[in-house]
């Protein structure tokens, strides 16, 4: 007989949620101890719940375009589009249609299924809005979901980025309610809260997570996940970010992220979100291979594709397309009989 080696009890006997379903209680204690269990039996565990919400090996995909860049009023320490600090990120004013028009059919044509445009707005100005909205039904005629990220928004403004097609808004709690005045001082989490309920109210999806490696604590990672997890819908996709350090923003020396916490909170999040789109989101750049692996077999299935986040890199075309061969993933949208090139 082979001996136990652990002194931890068999964690995959404990209930996922009453008949597979999805809660919204989770408590803080219990997700600590989901964090703390053995690394393979979270990440077994995780995979499970995956296979039983989703396709195994199926990845979306989802690029983003800045579509108005720098001179944010706001003062969140890890962004390099913030006003504040010298990053060397320029001030642009809000893109052309046509414009952008021309990176979403790029982005189809390299297999994106989703088009997020984003916007260093702490909110937008009514006449931003309908140029926005223009460009979100250009997305939409082009066969893509739409995606806007663009700071505050009232339902109101919601209402209409709905009525011209949009499907999701990201608006992401990065980190725990207690340590958000560290990192941002020129909003509260209640705003980004309000937000999020304008969103839902106007019937949009909600993509909304947050960031690893801003000097946060295992304890105000646990918390964002038990805040995303009591959301009285979770969040259709969820992106997990590692902090992309640049040069002039206050968090440009923060320490590294372990990547096993990483692959930790990816698995959590998948647990406590089952039916959601995990998302693998910004640091992809210098990950390895075998790292984001270790991510997908956590419950990751959602990437953002393209060479470029907003104003930071992400692994080229060419790169992703070798590491899903050598992995055996597919992008979602693209498997074999689904009509798509
Ligand atoms: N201004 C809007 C807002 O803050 O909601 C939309 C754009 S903002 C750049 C979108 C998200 O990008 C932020 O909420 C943050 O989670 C993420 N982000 C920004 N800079 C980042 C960085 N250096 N590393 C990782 N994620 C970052
Ligand atoms: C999200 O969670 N991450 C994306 C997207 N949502 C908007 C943004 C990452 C930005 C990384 C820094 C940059 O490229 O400027
Ligand atoms: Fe502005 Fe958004 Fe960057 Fe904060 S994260 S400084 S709100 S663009």
Not at 66 to 72: L, V
Not at 101 to 130: I, S
Not at 265 to 288: C, F, K, N, Q, Y
Request: glycine share 8%.
């Amino acid at each position: 007989m082979v001996r136990a080696m652990s002194a931890h009890p068999a964690p995959l006997s404990a209930p996922l949620a009453p008949a597979g379903g999805v809660r919204h209680d989770w408590s803080l204690e219990e997700v600590e101890a989901l964090f703390a269990q053995p690394f393979m039996d979270l990440i077994l565990r995780a995979q499970l719940v995956h296979r039983a919400h989703h396709a195994a090996n199926t990845v979306q995909m989802s690029t983003l375009l800045s579509i108005k860049t720098g001179a944010c009023p706001e003062d969140c320490a890890y962004c390099p589009q913030s006003v504040r600090y010298d990053t060397g990120v320029g001030r642009e004013s809000l893109m052309e249609l046509e414009a952008v028009r021309a990176c979403a059919l790029r982005a189809k044509a390299a297999g994106a299924t989703r088009f997020c445009m984003g916007a260093a707005y702490r909110a937008p100005k009514a006449k931003d809005l309908e140029a926005i909205a223009a460009m979100v039904r250009a997305v939409r005629e082009l066969g893509l979901e739409s995606c806007a990220t663009l700071g505050m928004l009232t339902e109101e403004q919601a209402q209409l980025l709905r009525a011209a097609g949009l499907d999701y808004y990201n608006h992401n709690l990065d980190t725990s309610a207690e340590y958000y005045g560290e990192i941002i001082t020129t909003r509260s989490y209640q705003d980004r809260l309000d937000t999020l309920a304008a969103v839902r109210a106007a019937g949009l999806k909600v993509c909304c997570g947050g960031i690893l490696g801003m000097g946060e604590s295992a304890r105000d990672r646990a918390q964002l996940l038990v805040t995303l997890a009591g959301l009285p819908e979770h969040p259709e996709s969820v992106p997990i970010n590692r902090l992309v350090r640049v040069r002039g923003t206050p968090l440009a020396d923060a320490a590294d992220v372990d990547p096993f916490d990483f692959v930790r909170t990816l698995a959590v999040a998948r647990i406590l979100m089952p039916r959601a789109h995990v998302r693998l989101s910004a640091g992809r750049e210098d990950m390895s291979d075998e790292l984001q692996a270790l991510c997908f077999l956590a419950g990751a299935n959602s990437i953002f594709y393209g060479e470029k986040l907003l104003t930071t890199g992400n692994p080229d075309v060419a790169r992703d397309r070798r590491l899903f061969a050598r992995l055996g993933l597919t992008a979602q949208g693209h498997e074999a009989g689904s009509g798509h090139a």
